[in-house]
């Protein structure tokens, strides 16, 4: 079964959905004790990391989350879920992450003629094979909605990297877990495939 966190921020029915279409039964639960019988963890949310860290610990949810993704079973964040993963986030402030992959979250730049925040499609440029990419063809574009990203200490954590007025990670993954920063449930067939790979990850 394949388990989606939910700490109240995010739409994790459309996740749910994205799942239903490729053949898939994934559950939407709050409950600690059942995300820590997960066999297969994800972790979405869109909002501000300061109010998600913090819903994550008044739910109980930290411990569980980080035992899962110890644990060696399949995890996969989902945009602020991705963020959610690193050490620290500068988003309004400096807030503590979950610290499991070395790293910040910062802003994007103000340049002339970039807009943020990053919305719409761009595309993703993989570092290297990986199972929940097989069968997407390379350089396949993906919706992504955000201000901030991620900024990994170890470029060997970047799974795909994509530019907009720089070149950021749009994929982190290690061993059993993967993040996006992308949305793969709105982001048509592309999306589609990657969530069925993760449904046999």
Known sequence: MITIVDYGMGNLRSVQKAFEKVGAEAQICTNPEEIAKASKLILPGVGAFRDAIQALKDQNLVEPILEHANSGKPFLGI??????????????????????????????????????????????????????????????????????????????DVAAWTEYGCRFASMVARDNLVACQFHPEKSQNAGLKLLQNFAAF
């Open 79 to 156: 945009c602020l879920g991705l963020q959610l993963l690193f050490d620290v986030s500068y988003e309004d402030g400096e807030y503590e992450g979950l610290g499991i992959i070395p790293g910040k979250v910062v802003r994007f730049q103000d340049q002339p003629g970039l807009k943020i925040p990053h919305m719409g499609w761009n595309q993703i440029d993989a570092t290297r094979p990986h199972p929940l990419l097989a069968g997407i063809p390379e350089h396949e574009h993906f919706y992504f909605v955000h201000s901030y990203y991620v900024a990994p200490d170890n470029d060997d």
